[in-house]
């Protein structure tokens, strides 16, 4: 016979050589669908708890939305008149510090999917520190939106022969769109 003349180390290699191949069809032919069927079970079973849960995650979701609309909009007391209160807050503001209005545009609104953005933007004049402390009013001690931006300008006058500082502030309200 064949296997009588093979040396014991080339029985040892076929013997390992024919177990994997015994492996390898028996992962194919019985193993190979018991483990996809375990971890689709596993998925599904996963899938299902998400599913049990989705109630309590929407009222989650959905309270956090709008706690997240409520503060940047500024409160729901300030988002029917936004230009109005804004432009009362700055005037008393300036009145009180000695800070000039310059420039007071229209509000811009761009619209995206279920949400309306409101830009407004403002110019005063001032002293730096007066500047400062209304951007704080405006960001910790007024829910009149968001500030998103400030620009500082400092230029020359001719006229007065001395240095203006200027201040560009940028607010912004997020303000739900209702549908009819």
Sequence with gaps: MILNRLTYREKTRIAVAGFVVFLLISYLY????TL????DNRRLHAALR???????EIMTLERALNNAREHLSGGRGM??????????FVS???????IILKEFPERVLSQAGDVTLSTQSFTVEGNFKSL???????????????????????????????????????IQNVVPTHES
Excluded: M, W
């Design 50 to 56: 998400k599913a049990d849960n989705a109630p309590r």
């Design 30 to 33: 019985a193993f190979e669908k």
């Design 92 to 98: 008393v503001f300036c009145q009180q510090h000695q």
């Design 79 to 88: 988002v029917a008149r936004p230009a109005e209160n804004l432009l009362e």
């Design 132 to 170: 400062v402390s209304l951007v704080y009013a405006l960001e910790k001690g007024s829910e009149l939106g968001r500030v998103v931006s400030n620009q500082y300008r400092s230029h020359f006058d001719v006229r007065r022969k001395t240095t203006i500082l200027s201040l560009t502030v940028y």
């Design 36 to 39: 996809f069927l375990f971890n």
